[in-house]
């Protein structure tokens, strides 16, 4: 089936209750849920929408609802106020055609009506392409892990911040830089080095290596137990890293097989540099 030109696509706020069950049939079936308590709620979604949330699609030429993303107002331990995105899907047949941006942008529209200046989400640690989006593309950062983020194991997740005002992105820089020579050996290990940067300032820099594809299920218990120790290594790394005060700014692919977060100084994102220039455009299915 071919796939619908950009051009056809638009993005738009749901409002009505075919729209919201639209968007819950198409959540459901993105990520395969069969169990009833992972559906999605159609009444939740119009709650939300009309009391500091969002619900937003995108639709390809035949009106089809093809993409979805939904989010409410959030507040951290410490006060801080966010627009949270819980989830944003694709349909598979429309990936590859920038809607996972323009579902987020389209959200970005709705959270800064609402007057937030943040957004929050999250996503799986080792799914290089969602953190290649996240980071080198839309220009977040990642601020915080959390173990078994849904209550049960399997379920790690990297809390992204976006900024959703206009400004300069320190790091922009930072987001292009190619990382080391790693490969499938250093899954999960974290390698030190530095970076210099446009100015000349030479900034430390730690990457951590995971894989550059998506681990794929597996009855083999041999391979599952290995899937499951480069979590655990992942997870370890990752809360070493954070506990220093780094934050996560870009995920480069490395080969075929490597991809590598690049940790830096959670300093940096205070320190002035490049005007925010958007990277590589990727979907999202957080």
């Known amino acids: 089936m071919p796939q619908a030109p950009c051009s056809a696509l638009r993005t738009e706020t749901l409002t009505t209750g075919d729209d919201f069950r639209a968007a819950a049939e198409l959540y459901t079936r993105v990520f395969g849920y069969e169990r009833p308590e992972f559906s999605l709620n159609p009444n939740l979604l119009s709650a939300l929408a009309r009391n500091g949330g969002s619900a937003v699609g995108v639709r390809g030429a035949g009106d089809e609802l093809i993409g979805f993303a939904y989010g409410f107002a959030g507040r951290d331990d410490r006060g801080r106020d966010f627009h949270y995105s819980q989830a944003a899907v694709v349909d598979a047949a429309h990936q590859g055609e920038g809607i996972g941006r323009m579902l987020k942008e389209r959200q970005r529209e709705v959270a800064l009506g609402w007057g937030h200046r943040t957004m929050r989400w999250t996503f799986d640690p080792v799914l290089s392409r969602n953190a290649h989006f996240n980071f080198s593309s839309l ?148």
Request: hydrophobic share 45%.
């Open 139 to 286: 220009g977040a950062d990642g601020i915080g892990f959390v173990r078994d983020y849904y209550g049960r194991p399997g379920t790690d997740r990297i809390v992204v911040e976006w900024t959703l005002t206009d400004r300069a992105d320190p790091v922009v820089d930072l987001r292009r830089v190619a990382a080391p020579a790693l490969g499938r050996s250093d899954w999960g290990r974290v390698s030190r080095g530095t970076v210099t940067r446009p100015d000349g300032t030479v900034q430390d820099a730690a990457w951590l290596a995971v894989p550059a594809f998506s681990l794929a299920l597996s009855d083999d218990e041999e391979e599952r137990a290995s899937h499951d120790l480069l979590r655990l290594h992942v997870r370890d790394a990752l809360e070493a890293l954070l506990a220093e005060g780094r934050v996560l700014v870009a995920c480069t692919r490395v080969d075929a097989s490597t991809s590598a977060y690049l940790a830096v100084d959670a300093a940096a994102l205070r320190a002035p540099n490049a005007s925010r220039t958007p990277a590589n455009d990727q979907e999202v299915t957080a």
